[in-house]
């Protein structure tokens, strides 16, 4: 009698009783799970943010829409002197992604386990460059390179490509990975080199993923070559600081704006562009 | 006073597309098995879904116990479409919830937000929800999750969720398509059989004939949005049959 | 794009009648043209941006030497001290703050920028894609350099800026996460008679629940990544450590600060990938 209980018998029915009482059950437990989480967030937010604000520079609520309200509207006057950085801001962004794709192809290449040429040491190489690259944000890649080469926009350019690296390098490796071996298997059959392989048998098959991860990879780079200007690496991001210093806060808004209009253009030609390509 | 008059109703899916029903008229009464038959791309599913409005219909009228319901909105819609049970071709149960969830989210209708959001459910539902699983026959898989199910009794379960709406009207999409002829037939017993108990006329749209014939007692045929036939089931005869199926290339 | 780089067969021999050549009259001519034209564009940008090529060859070599010089030792002693680690914590706290808030927000504005759920096509629609455009469009820098100008330095507006950034980041993937539902479901609810958030509560949330846990982690990822270094104008936690040795030249401590910042992203990678992989598996 003891293992009917146990087990899953058919003929123990549920009554009313037990699936209301379990139902409850189940309700309680994530009832606590959530209060547990909202203790937590509660206590953060006390930490961080009351104890940590300066709640007397803010002031009252009306002292923060008064400082917010500054920003509101445009310096027209601005925009022809925008003209020229915004092009900066772009070409950063293209060279920058396009020398990203040249670092990558060794990363890419050592970094997908079946193409590797020497499993114990390229491999665990190549994620390291991936890693490295993606874990530092553009803004110390930049700050560095300022330091390394100067202020100006070969910094931007160098910041953006090793930051490419590793996304776009990750996402090629995996699709090298998936590639369909059949194809790699005839042109070896042919007596191609290794070499050859790679041109013939892989690059077709990956290349519309890889354009597109390039693609997508561009787009994010302009959002980021228009802020490398505020650690000295050209484009839109020096104006913004130069307004921000010089507290014209509508210039602000009119770089913003700027940046806005540029990253639409990228997303728009992203979207065709990845539309012929696949 | 017929539970359903359909009058000239007309659909398409989109302004200029081609015309999906071009002007069909029935009437369902108290105690109707009605089964819709025709080629696929008849436009059975159209007709089923404009009825409860899941699609809108373009044209024409649709009189619900002599209750307009082409013109109903919000709320009411609602309201209207808690009144009609449904029972899908894919079953489109929720799969990540359990059976018992499933069940009650046929009240959902007549629940509250709040209660909807914690799925406290009143008790008389959970009840009702517990008969009718036993009426179905898949009491012991009560907290099982919906995936988990074969296609048999993930039908049941569909069959159970509409019932538990309380419908004055069942409508019946393709309800055996996704099974095994011997479970499509014990599933078309099951509907039958709860129909007949709780008395709700039922509106079943099923490509296979011979189901049809046996389990209704009237028989729409729809040929290309055309309606062909409409009557009781042994008024139906081959020719009738060869008609409706002229177009359907095999 | 560029058709005649991939590879054809070879013509059989035998057939000697048909003339072949890789070279297709307009086609192969528009294709050179793309890359000629891409080429040019990339002289001219070298150009534009006044790119010392000569410098760029000298880089590696002086790169190489003011690392071993002036980074080498890092000063391993400075990021182990208390008060470093305090900013450590604040970073993370940041980091997860904003990222909460960011998802709380970003799950309405991914269900009304849903083309198949949203409430309203015509209104509600085009106005949640372009809120969750403008949050991604703009870069947690700028957001944090606006909100330290208009509430002063200090946590908030990190947790702000992290906020906007994880929105914009989330809300997008979430949107695209509902379009991709069976809406077989979603009839079953609506021919129950179930309104709008009955549907989505029981019709759409069971669906894309595992799918949205998954970016969630992805987007805590993204958000402390970008909080290590928000800091840096004004806005909380260790990149304000760095900003500062910088700008002293403290450059033994700065490598120590970067070294940390890796490591902790490491870290903070490795368990989110583990999360994620169990996550995944919950399906």
Known sequence: MGDTLASPAPAVKPTVDDVIRSRRQNRYAKGAFFALLLIMVVWSIKVTVIEDT???????????????????????????????????????????????????IPAA??????????????????????????????????????????????????????????FIAKMSAEAIEDIDPGPVEAIRATG???????????LPQVLPQVLSVIVFEWEINIRR?????????????????????????????????????????????????????? | MAVLEVRDLRARYSASGPEILKGISFRVEADDFFAIIGPS?????????????????????????????????????????????????????????????????????????????????????????????????????????????????????????????????????????????KISREVMALIKQMATELKVPCLCNIHDVQLAMEFCNKIIGLQDGNKMFDGPTKEMDQAMLDQIYDMEVL | MNRDMEPRPATPSGTPQREWSRFKFPDSLIGYGIWLSILVFLAYTVEYLDIPLDRLLGMFGRLGTTLADRYYPPDINYIMDADYLEYVIETIQMAYLGALFGLLASIPLGWFGSYNMTPSRLFVYPIARFISMGC??????????????????GMLPGVLAL???????????????????????????????????????FGVFPQVRVAFTGIAIYTWDVAFRAATVVGFFGAGGMGWYLKRNILQIETERVAAILLSIIFL???SEVISAWARARVMTMK
Not at chain 2, 163 to 179: G, I
């Open chain 1, 54 to 104: 300066d709640w007397a520079r803010i002031g009252s609520l009306g002292k923060v829409i008064e400082a917010a309200n500054r920003f509101i509207g445009i310096d027209f006057s601005l925009f022809p002197s925008l003209i020229g950085p915004t092009i900066e801001t772009l070409m950063i962004a293209c060279l920058g992604t396009l020398l990203g794709v040249f670092l990558c």
């Open chain 1, 109 to 166: 290449w050592f970094g997908a386990h079946n193409i590797t040429p020497y499993k114990p040491v390229t491999y665990p190489l190549a994620r390291l460059m991936m890693t490295l690259s993606r874990s530092i944000h553009e803004i110390v890649w930049a700050l560095f390179f300022v330091a390394a080469v100067g202020l100006g926009a070969l910094a931007g350019v160098l910041a953006l490509a090793v930051r490419s690296i590793g």
């Open chain 1, 192 to 202: 191609g080199s290794d070499f050859q392989v790679v041109i013939y048998g892989i």
């Open chain 1, 225 to 278: 070559s228009a802020i490398l200007g505020l650690v000295g690496a050209g484009g839109l991001g020096l104006v913004f600081f130069r307004q921000m210093n010089t507290f014209n806060y509508h210039g602000v808004t009119s770089v913003i704006v700027a940046i806005l209009m540029l990253i639409l253009l990228g997303e728009v030609f992203s979207y065709f562009a990845r539309k012929t390509v696949i």
């Open chain 2, 41 to 181: 791309g008849a436009g059975k599913s159209t007709l089923i879904r404009c009825i409860n409005r899941l699609v809108e219909p373009s044209g024409g009228e649709i009189l619900f116990y002599d209750r307009e319901v082409t013109k109903l909105r919000g709320r009411q819609l609602r309201m209207l479409r808690r009144d009609m049970g449904m029972i899908f071709q894919e079953f489109n149960l929720i799969d990540r919830m359990s059976v018992m969830d499933n069940v009650l989210s046929g009240r959902l209708g007549y629940t509250s937000n709040l209660r909807s959001l914690f799925r406290a459910f009143p008790r008389d539902d959970i009840q009702h929800a517990l008969s009718l699983l036993d009426r179905v026959g898949l009491l012991e898989h009560v907290d099982k999750r919906a995936d988990k199910l074969s296609g048999g009794q993930r039908q049941r379960v569909g069959i159970a969720r509409a019932l538990m709406q309380n419908p004055k009207l069942l409508l019946v999409d393709e309800p055996t398509s996704a099974l095994d002829p």
């Open chain 3, 136 to 153: 991604r469009a703009v870069h947690e820098m700028i957001w944090a350099i606006l909100f330290v100008t208009i509430i002063g330095f």
């Open chain 3, 163 to 201: 906020m906007f950034f994880s929105t914009g980041f989330a809300a997008k993937l979430f949107a695209e996460e509902i379009e991709a539902i069976d809406m077989g479901q979603v009839d079953a609810m609506r021919a129950s008679g179930a309104n709008l958030f009955q549907i989505m509560i």
């Open chain 3, 265 to 267: 992203v490491l870290i």
